[in-house]
């Protein structure tokens, strides 16, 4: 295991963890329903999405952090149930890794935590969607760690919010 990765802790989120991952998603950079909000509105819309995801509890948010309490990264899996599947399909919906932490391990850590947790929930697979751009797909991040992708199925979006 790389050194770097081997200090660091994976652990369920917790509340008090909003201000934090709201500076981690700022710093990602990407995502344009934030880019009108000002820091205290996405620190507020975490910690209304931490509450939300709690509720639901068919989801399953992970931290990593240093052993100073900084947060380095977070996953977000949701499990969903299918009529035509035997147990939960997993949806990795979020994975983020701040860019000073990247390439050190620690990605690999989340998701081999996340299969074990499918394991223990009894879940069919996992699945998630990679942006061909993205260095991650680019360098076969997911492919590396037992990840298949399929050719066989178009991904479709309806743009209800324009955000
Ligand atoms: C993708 C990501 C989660 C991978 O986690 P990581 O800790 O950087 O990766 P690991 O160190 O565990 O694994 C190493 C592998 O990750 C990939 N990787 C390493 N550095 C990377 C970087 N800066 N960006 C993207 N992928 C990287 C490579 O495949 C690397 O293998 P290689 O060294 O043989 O090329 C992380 O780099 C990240 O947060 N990137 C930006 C956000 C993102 O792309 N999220 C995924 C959206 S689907």
């Known amino acids: ?17 909003a201000p934090q991952l709201a500076r981690l998603l ?21 910690q209304h999405q931490l509450g939300e995801l709690a509720r639901a509890a068919r989801s399953s948010t992970l931290v990593a952090e240093t052993p100073d309490g900084s947060i380095v990264g977070y996953c977000t899996v949701h499990w969903l149930t299918c009529l035509f599947l035997p147990g939960p399909e997993g949806y990795l919906s979020d994975l983020f890794l701040l860019p000073d932490s990247r390439g050190k391990g620690i990605g690999r850590l989340l998701l081999d935590r996340i299969v074990a947790d499918a394991e223990a929930r009894g879940a069919h697979r996992l699945m998630l969607l990679n942006g061909r751009h993205r260095e ?6 997911y492919t590396k760690n037992g990840w298949e992708e399929r050719d066989s199925f178009a991904n479709f979006v309806y743009r209800v919010s324009r955000a």
């Open 1 to 17: 295991m790389d050194k770097a990765s081997s200090a660091v802790t994976i652990r369920d989120v917790r509340e008090s963890d």
């Open 26 to 46: 700022v710093g990602i950079g990407w995502f344009s329903a934030l880019k009108s909000m000002t820091l205290e509105e996405i620190e507020a819309n975490v």
């Open 136 to 141: 991650s797909y680019q360098r076969g991040f």
